[in-house]
């Protein structure tokens, strides 16, 4: 008898910027195209999942998922303040609709990494409206989507910019003052708040409140859909008088975020790899270490801990809404799945209420800032001629589906 509930949803995940392509009306187009820019490349076709998204949606159902996670870009829905475009909502509709037509549950995030261009104009998230805006977004979508998507995510990986910001991902953050005035002067405005470009701390109440203000409106509409917001959660470890400096990391970048889900119906937990903390801080990794194309350790063990931690800090039913690895060595891909999910196992066997996996990512994709170089993807895509194939490694998982639900 198979450890995984016969309900168990079993996805895989997009975010529409990096799969759609041609997003014109969002931030990040703009910041892929300004000089300097911090983008090896801009996004482009990408891979032309607006209007190829029903083939690869018969490729998720022929390999055995029962779900497929995606983002509405915000952007096109609402291209200027106020103006929504109906053959944009027609058309996530239309998708939406297929997905359930597939036999697959659609989980839809609503926020993923871009927004609107003229929102990014006004502040983004650190403007005090930006709540109002966003809920009114969502309140749009409840009424287009409410009776035909399955799960809701409002906000993705909420928590991130936080982390970048502790962990200095990008550097030192006034090395990024010359992309951010290079953004302000693009677009002609006075204020330019992005993902990652602006005040940080104060985007992150923002959206912290965003987030709140939507669960709100969309039960305001009568949508019976579980909702949730999704973070970026990686194991944090600490040496011998690192637990200090790991727990304030942790406080800042994860429980903070933790403890705005009272009152949702789950946590979206999204992870690939740990941190660990000594006495100065992150703790550089050891010579031979393996890594993924991202960079960071191969660690798919750090899953198990984390839904742990999550679960026991909120008290709420977890979903794996990403997980995932870059890298160009298929068997490794296997490899890193069938590890994590032992630690989902090994959640579920001692009582642990984890309601789903999605594996990052279903396509190789645009990463952001890297561009097209890290392949995340279950299925290879021939960007010149949109050629979809199928890896083995995507065989596997469906296999390995198949096997769990016999």
């Known amino acids: 008898m ?61 390999l055995g998922f029962n779900a497929y996670r995606f983002s509405i870009e915000w952007a096109r829905v609402e291209p200027e303040k106020g103006e929504f475009s109906n053959a944009v ?17 659609p989980i839809v995030t609503l926020q993923h990494f871009t927004t609107p261009l003229w929102f990014a104009r006004e502040g983004g998230f650190e403007a005090k409206d930006a709540p109002e805006h966003f809920a009114n977004y969502a309140s749009v979508m409840a009424d287009v989507l409410g009776d035909v998507w399955g799960t809701v995510c409002t ?64 039960r305001a509409r009568g949508s019976k859909a579980p909702i949730g917001v999704t973070l970026a959660i990686q194991e944090e470890q600490a040496i011998a008088g690192g637990e200090e400096v790991r727990d ?17 119906d789950f946590v979206g937990v999204q992870t690939y790899t740990r941190s660990i903390y000594g006495p100065e801080g992150r703790v550089p990794l050891a010579e031979g270490t393996e890594t993924t194309q991202m960079g960071y350790e191969f660690y798919p063990e750090a899953l198990e801990q984390t839904i742990r931690y999550t679960a026991a800090y909120t008290k709420l039913p977890v979903f794996i809404t990403e997980n995932g690895i870059g890298t160009d060595d298929d068997s490794r891909r296997i490899a890193y799945v069938e590890a994590a999910l032992e630690g989902v196992k090994n959640c579920l ?3 642990i209420d984890v309601r789903g996996y999605c594996y990052w990512s279903m396509l190789d994709n645009y990463e952001w800032m890297l561009g097209y170089r890290p392949t995340f993807g279950l299925i290879a895509v021939d960007r010149i001629t949109q050629t979809r194939t199928v890896k083995p490694s995507a065989r596997w998982l469906g296999g390995f589906i198949k096997q769990v639900n016999d």
């Open 2 to 62: 198979s450890i995984f509930p016969d309900d168990f949803i079993w996805g895989t995940a997009t975010a529409a910027h990096q799969v759609e392509g041609n997003n014109t009306s969002n931030d990040f187009w703009l910041l892929e195209h300004v000089e300097p820019t911090l983008f090896v490349e801009p996004s482009g076709d990408a891979c032309d999942h607006f209007h190829l998204y029903e083939q690869d949606v018969r490729l998720l159902k022929e």
């Open 89 to 105: 909502l027609e058309h996530y509709r239309r998708m939406t609709t297929y997905v359930r037509d597939q036999g697959l549950a």
């Open 155 to 218: 906000i993705n990986e909420i928590n991130l910019p936080m982390r970048f910001l502790e962990d200095r991902v990008l550097g030192d953050p006034v090395r990024l003052t010359k992309y951010h005035d290079a953004a302000r002067h693009r677009c002609g405005a006075e204020e330019f708040s992005s993902f990652f470009l602006g005040d940080i701390e104060k985007a992150a109440e923002g959206m912290k409140k965003s987030h709140r203000r939507a669960v709100e409106a969309i």
């Open 248 to 264: 304030r990391a942790r406080k800042r970048c994860v429980d903070e975020f933790l403890d705005i889900t009272k009152g949702d």
């Open 349 to 351: 066997a001692d009582g």
